[in-house]
């Protein structure tokens, strides 16, 4: 049984193969065109694996793109994901954060990886993946950059969480001379206040998975959980947790969600 | 598949007269106020329908559920505000509702502190009566509640020159109980597995039927419904599998045009069992008939579980009772984008329902846009996969 996990999420779409242990590994920026960008994950991920299409049984497809493909066998939503491909990293996972390009999600499990409650950002992408982005790009650092230099430094004040007024609060900070350390800092501080919103309406227990590729910077990572009081756990490859519950989800067939 | 072959089958022919009472109401009515009939606009379920039936006048409900008049009522409204009170406000500023138009008379009640504040504005256009509303369910708010009433049965003798009578009362409870009692039956249909009838055609129902000027047209017509949708149930026919999540609504209003919720959770593959806002379930509930009439009223509309009174323990009770009833497998409760009431109670609602109930629940907070449908989407799909899990798991191996 050889199942792939398809991700198209806004920013990169992700595919994971597996049959029993995780056969081959793709990601490509899913930019305009999100049929474009599943197909080509999908047959990067084949050859990373080494093995022919036709061998595949079951494709799961996820993420805000998991509509525009006709291919996929089963659609289910980055929620169930996410939840199935973090009890597979960590089958302790009670709290799973996410962050990816355009949302931000805490979801709540149960013991066997079920979802039992979660709530999600509405429309302003504040704490996204993309606001971070925009705040980097006025800094003109990268996001690793950015992570680093915040380490340390007193964080400025950023009250604002709406992307388009905290970069103009940003700008001003920057002609009054402040340091890009504190602004970065400044608004790591802002996206944990963000995720503490989000989280104080679910359940939150004291085993907190991260995923998306936010949670590969270790800086914010940090400051989230010392803003959560949690330990936080990152998968290896966290961008890639929503892709792998797809592929999970298929290996299992229906018994699974 | 048995539901793929019966949803082809069509709608109850009752169905399809229903569904265009709207327009062939907007005539009648017309007719109806060239002979000389008053017509009173109300805009809330605290409305009391039986003083102006005994009034001789006819009740239609004003309460905005579409988008269109939005815009011009942002001209004059602010943007936040919630998308009911804009809608309502639109179309008496466009005068684009011939049931408005035709309005003699508006009823309103001090309500949330968005609509209070409106009336104010829309008593400009029209006239208006506004009952002030106390907050609280006790005896000593009855007592104000009885004088505001009073004080309705002076304005509608006074406005159309005639008398309420003890009888008249009587019979207009009567007449309005009946039709409780008829929509009740409608919407126990759904208690049955799978259910007869989508939520979405349920809600056109409730929806058209407050635009029948004649009530007792529209209580045989119900009954009518309601009797074909049991004969279908037995024979088998819905459009929907035994297996299909069953969802209770809850929270704000809703109505054509203010419906894409429903429509998202059956298209994603869920049914729509049960609506516990005002239009649905929370209109059921019966005047008592012993006793003074006018007391039994104020009674009956006081203790109405809207989240405008503080506190609200009738809307967590009678969730309660419908979760059980109508089998549900998960709760949404629907918010409008700046309603404070509906928005703060949902923490409650949600503590409320997990604890006593074990059952799942998704708030969603919106307005009457299309702009949020996709992420809409995703919660609502998460959310059905959720219960679907739920229902396959052994009941043990659940937390
Ligand atoms: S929700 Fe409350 S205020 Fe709004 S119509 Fe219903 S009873 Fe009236
Ligand atoms: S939905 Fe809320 S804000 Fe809107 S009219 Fe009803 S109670 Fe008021």
Redesign the interface.
């Known amino acids: 049984m050889l199942a792939a996990g398809i991700d198209i999420g806004s920013t990169g779409t992700k595919a994971v193969l597996f049959d029993g242990e995780v056969r081959g590994v793709s990601v490509v920026p899913t930019g305009w065109d999100p049929k474009g960008a599943g197909l080509s994950a999908l047959r990067q991920a084949l050859d990373c694996a080494g093995v022919p299409e036709s061998a595949l049984n079951c494709i799961v497809g996820t993420g805000?793109g998991r509509v525009s493909l006709p291919i996929f066998d089963r659609k289910?939503?980055?929620?169930?994901c996410h939840a199935r491909g973090a009890y597979h990293l960590f089958p302790d996972t009670g709290t799973l954060l996410d962050i990816g390009g355009q949302?931000c999600k805490v979801i709540s499990l149960?013991?066997?990886g079920?979802?039992?409650?979660?709530v999600?950002n509405?429309?302003c992408a504040a704490g996204t993946g993309r606001f971070l982005q925009v705040m980097a790009g006025v800094l003109e650092v990268t996001l690793e950059e950015m992570g680093l230099l915040a380490v340390g430094a007193e964080p400025a004040p950023i009250s604002s969480m709406c992307t388009v007024f905290a970069e103009s609060e940003i700008v001003g900070l920057l002609a009054q001379g402040v340091a890009k350390g504190s602004i970065a800092a400044g608004i790591f501080e802002a996206i944990s206040r963000r995720m503490q919103g989000l989280a104080g309406k679910v359940r939150i227990s004291s085993t907190v998975t991260f995923s998306g590729g936010v949670a590969l910077n270790p800086q914010i990572c940090r400051v989230i959980g010392a803003g959560l009081g949690v330990e936080m756990r990152v998968p290896a490859a966290p961008q890639f947790v929503g892709a792998l519950g797809a592929a999970l989800i298929g290996f299992e067939g229906d018994?699974a969600? | 598949m048995l539901a793929g072959e019966t949803a082809a089958a069509g709608k109850a022919a009752a169905y399809e007269e229903i569904a265009t009472l709207r327009e062939r109401n907007a005539l009648a009515l017309k007719e109806a106020k060239e002979s000389g009939v008053k017509v009173v606009g109300t805009y809330c379920l605290y409305s009391p329908t039986e003083l102006i039936v005994a009034a001789g006048a006819v009740p239609v409900s004003l309460c905005g559920t579409s988008q269109n008049p939005i815009a011009a009522a942002e001209k004059v409204l602010p943007r936040s505000l919630c998308p009911l009170i804009k809608s309502s406000y639109g179309f008496a500023l466009t005068d684009t509702c011939p049931f408005f138009h035709f309005s003699d008379l508006l009823l309103a009640e001090t309500t949330c502190d968005g609509k209070k504040k409106m009336y104010e504005l829309l008593g400009e256009l029209k006239p208006l009566h506004l009952m002030q509303l106390p907050q609280i369910q006790d005896e000593a708010a009855l007592d104000y509640w009885m004088v505001e009433l009073k004080r309705l049965v002076a304005r509608l003798q006074e406005e159309f020159g005639v008398e309420i009578t003890a009888e008249g009362l009587t019979s207009a409870i009567n007449l309005v109980n009946e039709e409780r009692r008829s929509l009740k039956a409608l919407q126990d249909v759904c208690k049955l597995r799978p259910a007869p009838i989508s939520g979405s055609d349920l809600l056109a129902v409730l929806h058209n039927r407050g635009f029948c000027i004649d009530k007792r047209q529209a209580i045989e017509l119900l009954d009518r419904l309601t009797a074909e949708l049991v004969e279908r149930a037995e024979s088998g026919v819905s459009p929907f599998h035994e297996r299909t999540p069953r969802v209770l609504l809850t929270g704000v209003p809703v109505g054509l045009g203010s419906d894409k919720v429903v429509r998202l959770v059956e298209e994603s593959g869920g049914c729509v069992v049960c609506f516990e806002s005002c239009g649905g379930y929370k209109k059921v509930d019966p005047v008592e008939v012993t006793g003074d009439p006018l007391r039994a009223i104020a009674e009956k509309y006081l203790r109405i579980p809207c989240s405008c009174m503080s506190p609200n323990q009738g809307r967590l009770q009678l969730l309660d009772t419908l979760v059980r009833e109508f089998q549900v497998d998960g709760v949404i409760d629907l918010t409008w984008q700046g309603c404070h009431t509906y928005n703060v109670e949902s923490y409650q609602v949600k503590t409320h329902l997990q604890r006593e109930d074990q059952i799942p629940f998704l708030q969603i907070e919106t307005d009457y846009s299309e702009s949020d449908t996709e992420q809409l989407k995703v919660r609502i799909e998460a959310f059905l996969e959720m219960i679907g899990r739920r229902r396959k798991m052994p009941e043990n191996a659940l937390p």
């Open positions: 805000y289910v939503t980055e929620i169930t949302d149960d013991a066997h079920g979802v039992v409650d979660f999600m509405d429309k018994a969600c």
